[in-house]
């Protein structure tokens, strides 16, 4: 897969939520396994370190991100 097109909304890891650890988990680019455009921005799918496919997308980043009201 070709990630040279592709810019990241977090710097070089993903930290998204792993349903089988029932936590977030450290993951590289070399986790990726596709890479979906929607109209909400990219959606990446990687594959955790224990085999569950898992998803990073800008908007769960984002809601992530906002401070607290």
């Known amino acids: ?26 993951l590289g680019y070399e986790s990726v396994i596709d890479i979906e455009q929607t109209p909400f921005g990219p959606k990446v799918l990687l594959r955790c370190h224990c085999g569950e496919v898992v998803v990073h997308d800008a908007t769960a980043e984002a809601s992530r991100l906002e401070p607290a009201r």
């Not at 990630?3 to 993903?14: E, S």
């Open 1 to 26: 897969m070709d990630l040279n097109g592709f810019v990241p909304q977090t710097r070089d890891m993903f930290a998204p939520y792993c349903s089988r650890h029932q936590s977030r988990v450290l």
